[in-house]
């Protein structure tokens, strides 16, 4: 089963609107007695078991509109759960992550956020480029394996580029659009519709000519289920950035990769500590990692 639900991320990678009898016939399974919902059971199936997510989108970085990421801790160190909740809660922040040690990871539209009212001290802030989202290709291997063939691999010298668009020029009936449908991009055109009060026609046009092209769409894939593994956020300094994001596919989860102005920041999924521990190590032995900063998330929240 776990080949077939592999297949079926990678489709909806590839043509994330994908319906079942597109599926279906990418499968060669049509024809009678056959039925295409079949299909929709098993993406149902697939997400219900947390191996993978509905597609995601994310905007590119444009000057008109790009996030700020902002690292900060809390000064008291009390209240920290309430803390991570009013905050989720708060529309300026795009996204949250509570890291251990009372430290806090936040996205945000707005690039001079004040968060003195809840208590945090902002200790850096960076624009956040356009992130990544890996594909794994070792699916079927065990951590420790898998990380000995990044850890083999060939780094050469070279980092991603951290490209500002030109501003975007959406109404603001598109930005609703955007709004309504990025959190799963399958979701029913009638539906983003009837919330946005605009015709599925246009909604359809908006997201083809106008939302997909300008945004990154987040796939994902974990084989033993999202809640089976361990989670590490790093803080990476690096002149190989771009082949260690290129090797990272040989994990056999999806990692997300948050390109800062100075440094790489990266959530890994895991179930060997020890081994990430002395991946990351052999790496800055080797050279190929400058300097690195470890955390654990504990909550995180859109």
């Not at 160190?77 to 949250?96: G, R, S």
Request: charged share 25%; glycine share 4%.
């Amino acid at each position: 089963m776990m080949e077939t639900y592999y297949r079926l991320y990678l489709l909806i990678k590839k043509i994330p609107r994908i319906q079942p009898k597109a599926i279906a016939r990418e499968f060669r399974k049509t024809g009678r007695g056959r039925s295409p919902s079949t299909f929709l059971r098993h993406i149902n199936n697939m997400y219900q078991k947390e191996i993978s997510y509905p597609p995601r989108l994310t905007l590119r970085t444009f000057r008109s509109s790009y996030n700020t990421v902002y690292f900060c801790r809390k000064s008291d160190k009390q209240d920290v759960y309430p803390t991570f909740l009013d905050l989720h809660q708060n529309e300026m922040t795009t996204y949250i992550m509570l890291l251990s040690g009372c430290d806090f990871f936040i996205i945000s539209r707005e690039r001079d956020l004040d968060l003195s009212a809840y208590g945090l001290k902002i200790e850096e802030k960076s624009i956040l480029y356009t992130p990544m989202f890996t594909t794994p290709r070792n699916y079927l291997k065990e951590t420790g394996d898998a990380f000995d063939e990044f850890l083999g691999s060939e780094f050469e010298k070279g980092n991603i580029k951290r490209d500002i668009l030109e501003p975007l020029t959406w109404s603001k009936k598109q930005w609703e659009v955007y709004d309504a449908i990025k959190e799963n991009i399958r979701c029913k055109f009638s539906a983003v519709a009837h919330t946005v009060g605009i015709s599925p026609k246009t909604v359809k046009t908006y997201f083809l000519e106008k939302i997909i092209p300008n945004c990154v769409v987040a796939n994902y894939f974990f084989p033993k289920g999202y809640q089976n593994y361990q989670k590490m956020f790093l803080r990476i300094k690096s002149d190989y950035e771009t082949s260690i994001v290129g090797n990272l596919g040989k994990l056999p989860c999806t990692s997300y990769v948050y390109p800062l102005e100075n440094e790489l920041a990266v959530v890994i999924f895991h179930d060997d500590e020890p081994k990430v521990l002395e991946t990351l190590q052999k790496m800055r032995e080797m050279g190929t990692v400058n300097d690195y900063l470890i955390h654990v998330p504990i909550l995180h929240g859109y």
